[in-house]
Structure formats: C-alpha cells, structure tokens
T-cell receptor, first 116, second 117 residues
Framework: KAGVTQTPRYLIKTRGQQVTLSCSPI?????VSWYQQTPGQGLQFLFE???????NKGNFPGRFSGRQFSNSRSEMNVSTLELGDSALYLC???????????????FGSGTRLTVV | GENVEQHPSTLSVQEGDSAVIKCTYS??????FPWYKQELGKRPQLIID?????GEKKDQRIAVTLNKTAKHFSLHITETQPEDSAVYFC????????????????FGTGTQLKVEL
C-alpha cells in the first residue's frame, strides 16, 4: 500500500509570508498528526486531526493551524512566518490515533521549511 | 502531560559492539513504548515497540526492555553494523483518553548513534 505522502519536500519562504503544507495519509487511516522537528527541540507535537476535527493540540501559537478533509488528507498552515519556524515538518498517519495494537504512527518524509 | 527523557544524546561504538539507549517517562498510565530510527535526511521509522504487559521484546539484533516500576525502557542493539548509524528516538503516549479522544506520542530528544569501523 502507498505510504504517507507529504508535499512539497522543500520550501523557502520569507519572513512574514504564510505557507501551506500537505499530507496524504495511508489509505484507510483517519488520524493525521503533525510534528515540528528541529535540532534543538526534537520532535514537538503540533496537532492531530481525526475525521475532519482537530482532536488534540500542542503548545504552539495560533499562527499554526490545520485542517483535514473528508478523504483524510490534511493541511497545515503557518502564517506570518518567523525565522524560528525553519524546521522539518513531519506528519504521522495512523488508523485512529489510539496506539492500541496495530494502531501506530507511520511518518511521511517531511517538508523542509526554510524561512529567510 | 507526558515527559520523556533520553540518554545519551550521542553514542559512538565500534562495529560489533553493543549499544544501549535509555529513556525514562513520567506518566505511569503510558502503555506503549515505540522506538524510531531516523537516518540522515529520511523519515523516522518504527524499529520495535513494547507494550506494558511485557518486560522484554526481541527482534533479531534489537531488543527493548521495560521496567514499569522505575518507569524506564531501553533499546539494546547487539553486533552493531555501520548501517545502524542513525538517530534513535524513544516515545510514550501518556494517558489515554485525552479530552478530544485519541492520543499523541511524546518523543525523547534523540540519540545520535555512530558505529565506527
């Protein structure tokens, strides 16, 4: 089966701009979680979407937002970009986000965002 | 929420030696402990996981042990090879039943493993 697809793979944006990243989960998976990965902070949880609803949210400012469509594809948006937003953004696909047997994360390859 | 600490941050071993990475967690309700391997420029990939109803799990050269009383779990890699060089992350989910349902993984800060020839 197809894996988790994230687009684009690389982005360069200027401070103050906004950006939209996309994640297509594994077919049949309904939960999509987003993480920010930086060398200093590791993997930080942004939010999780399930059945088109944001179910959990991490400690990021309101500039970070997301949504999920009826086909489970998810987008995340970052507005008013700051230099500190430069990171690898990973999405993780799972059946239902419960971590019960058989329901774990499969990560996409990520989007490398550079803010200049 | 859950807090996961991971040590060491870097580990260098000679090919053929064993490597051990340790993690501690804070939430006694955590019941699932995965380990991910991330090679340079690639996605994190699950290599092994353990649930709280067992104390040890093995898969060829890798094993994970869990001590629920002490709230720590460890990754053991035996007979290390150059292709084991990567960053390894541990994780734990904390309490189930978040207000919105579902759960999330909290990750350790990673261990850069280097296997030298």
């Amino acid at each position: 089966k197809a894996g988790v697809t994230q687009t684009p793979r690389y982005l360069i944006k200027t401070r103050g701009q906004q950006v939209t990243l996309s994640c297509s989960p594994i077919s049949g998976h309904r939960s999509v979680s987003w993480y920010q990965q930086t060398p200093g902070q590791g993997l930080q949880f942004l939010f999780e979407y399930f059945s088109e609803t944001q179910r959990n949210k991490g400690n990021f400012p309101g500039r970070f937002s997301g949504r999920q469509f009826s086909n489970s594809r998810s987008e995340m948006n970052v507005s008013t970009l700051e230099l500190g937003d430069s990171a690898l953004y990973l999405c993780a696909s799972s059946l239902a986000g419960t971590f019960r047997l058989g329901d774990g994360y499969t990560f996409g390859s990520g989007t490398r965002l550079t803010v200049v | 929420g859950e807090n996961v600490e991971q040590h060491p941050s870097t580990l260098s071993v000679q090919e053929g030696d064993s490597a051990v990475i340790k993690c501690t967690y804070s939430d006694s309700a955590s019941n699932y402990f995965p380990w991910y391997k991330q090679e340079l420029g690639k996605r994190p990939q699950l290599i092994i996981d353990i649930r709280s109803n067992v104390g040890e799990k093995k898969d060829q050269r890798i094993a994970v042990t869990l001590n629920k009383t002490a709230k720590h779990f460890s990754l053991h890699i035996t007979e290390t090879q150059p292709e084991d060089s990567a960053v390894y992350f541990c994780a734990a989910p904390g309490s189930q039943g978040q207000p919105g349902g579902g759960n999330k993984l909290t990750f350790g800060t990673g261990t850069q493993l280097k296997v030298e020839l």
